[in-house]
Every structure is written in structure tokens, then in C-alpha cells.
């Protein structure tokens, strides 16, 4: 009878209890569920769409965007003018990319292999801090730094070093009116911003390098660049390479950094703003952007034979 009374008192509740715990993946099937029709809708959905619209094409006479298949909106990614925005683009992004890990290398190496206690939590903390602030305001303060009135120039004029300054910027390729209107300020602004995104992935993998393979390498007689060649390097390569998926997409889509400090040649993420925007060529733009998606799906495939995807 008191059996009977409790299980009355379950009800609903216990049944369904009982039904979860009998079928565990039921479980999360309907945790999962909610999450990816977002992803699916949201994110997959719209990459759909763009995809779509890049097929598509846009009448020269009329200024409307004609809804029938075609590949000449690709077509015109191959004319001079976009495929130089596609090339100076991807060739920013690989300088920043080996900009980076050179730099971040012996940061991170340091981190992994001497700092200690407090040392390395001024580690993280000098690292992580540029990332709580405003991605805007650093930009802007990098603007004020590069500009002709900025510490650099006034840096350069008390060293005497003014004429090397100009000659830089006197350069066809990199060159412009001042740092903060040119391809040598931009790049400079890209390493800042991305190098955390470097650092972190490579002092992880220089984490797990085992002491005793270095003091190995050294008691085979190896001298320390023959230990960094083949010992070190190679198994700290995976943290580089997944530092290099964010800094390497990270600066291929960015228009902000190139639309404040740069000049009027346009990358990739510009063209794309400027093309939805006031030119109105949605069907371009969405070729555009498609270039960067087929880029990184190579890259990341590589990064993933390299296990990068391993310390990430």
C-alpha cells in the first residue's frame, strides 16, 4: 500500500526520470538540440546565404542584383585590381603571422621554462591584459602613436634618426604621408593586437617539451641550436602553427585596423564593407568574403596534420 502511495506521488516527474536515466543518450540529444538549430540557423544558415549571393551577379545598367547562376561575380575576383587586394591582403596576414611567432617564441619559451610562482602569473597577467581593453581604443592610441606628432617621430627627431624615418616611409610599397597612414603602420598594429593569440597556444606547447629530452639532446652532445633545431622547435612547431590560425584569419577578415591605420589601397575585409556598403555589390562582397573561407579551410586542414588542433 505504501508503495502503491509513492509511486502515485512520483507521477510525471519520476516517469520521466526513469526514461532519462533508461536512455541516457536521450539526454543529450535534447541538451544539444536548442545549440546547434542555432548554429544550424544562425551561423550555417547565413553562410549559406552568402554563399548563394556570391552566385548571383549585378546588372551594370539597372545597379540590381540579377538572381540567376553564374560565375562571374568569381570571374571578376581574377581582374587585376580585386586580385591585388586578395594578394596584399594574404601577404599582410603571412607577415604578421612569422612577425608574430617571432616575437612570441622566446616570450613563451621564457614563460614555459624559467618563470616560476609570481613570475608567471606577471606572465599571464602582462599577456591577458591588452585583450581587456577595447579593441577600438587601442587602435586609436596606436593611430596617436604612429602619427607625425607622435612619440615615434619625436622619438626619431631627438636620436637624429628623422632621415631614416622618411626613407622608410619614402618606400613605393610600404610607404605613405606618415606611419599611420601606411603598410609598415598597419602591420605594426596588427602584431600588437594579435600577438597574446601567439603567445598563449606557444608557451603551452613549449609546457609539455619534457625536461629530460634537452638535458638528453645535451648529454648526446648536441650544442644548444642543434637541441632548439631538432628537439625544442619541432615539438613547440603544433603551438605555432595554432597560434598562427588566429593571427593569420584574424588579419585576413579585419577592415578596422586597415580603415584607421592604412591607406587607400584596399584588403579584403575593406573591399567587402565598401562593396555591400556604398557600392551596393552584394553579389562581390559575398565572393569576397567566400576567399577567406576557402583560404582558412586549407590552412586549418594543414594545421590539423601538423596537430595544432592538440593544444588549442
Given at each position: ?78 581582374e587585376a585590381s580585386n586580385a591585388q587586394i586578395i594578394l596584399r591582403t594574404v601577404t599582410m ?145 603544433p603551438g605555432i602553427v595554432a597560434g598562427s590560425i588566429f593571427t593569420f584569419s584574424l588579419t ?61
Open positions: 500500500m505504501t508503495a502503491a502511495v509513492a509511486e502515485r506521488q512520483r507521477g510525471i516527474g519520476g516517469a520521466i526520470s526513469d526514461l532519462f536515466f533508461a536512455r541516457p543518450q536521450l539526454v543529450t540529444f535534447l541538451l544539444l538540440t536548442p545549440p546547434l538549430l542555432w548554429i544550424g540557423v544562425v551561423y550555417i544558415g547565413s553562410l549559406f546565404a552568402l554563399l548563394l549571393q556570391s552566385f548571383y551577379s549585378l546588372d551594370d545598367f539597372s545597379g540590381l542584383v540579377v538572381h540567376e547562376f553564374t560565375l562571374a561575380t568569381y570571374e571578376q575576383l581574377f596576414a603571412a607577415l604578421v603571422t612569422v612577425a608574430s611567432a617571432i616575437i612570441a617564441f622566446p616570450i613563451a619559451y621564457y614563460a614555459a621554462r624559467y618563470a616560476r610562482g609570481w613570475t608567471k602569473a606577471l606572465f599571464y597577467l602582462a599577456v591577458m591584459m591588452p585583450l581587456w581593453s577595447s579593441y577600438l581604443v587601442k587602435v586609436y592610441a596606436w593611430k596617436l602613436i604612429l602619427a607625425k606628432e607622435g612619440i615615434i617621430t619625436w622619438f626619431a627627431n631627438e636620436l637624429h634618426l628623422r632621415w631614416l624615418l622618411d626613407g622608410i616611409l619614402a618606400l613605393p610599397v610600404v610607404g605613405g604621408p606618415s606611419l599611420s597612414f601606411s603598410y609598415i603602420g598597419t602591420f605594426l598594429v596588427f602584431v600588437y593586437i594579435w600577438l597574446p593569440y601567439m603567445i598563449l597556444p606557444t608557451q603551452a606547447a613549449l609546457e609539455r617539451v619534457p625536461a629530460n629530452f634537452i638535458e638528453a639532446s645535451a648529454d648526446l652532445g648536441a650544442d644548444p641550436r642543434q637541441t632548439f633545431r631538432t628537439v625544442i622547435f619541432p615539438l613547440a612547431l585576413l577578415g579585419d577592415y578596422i585596423i586597415p580603415q584607421i591605420v592604412g591607406n587607400s589601397r584596399l584588403m579584403i575585409g575593406q573591399a567587402v564593407y565598401t562593396l555591400q556598403g556604398t557600392a551596393g555589390n552584394i553579389p562581390l562582397a559575398a565572393a569576397f568574403t567566400v576567399v577567406p573561407m576557402l583560404i582558412m579551410a586549407i590552412y586549418l586542414w594543414m594545421a590539423k596534420r601538423m596537430g595544432a588542433f592538440n593544444v588549442l
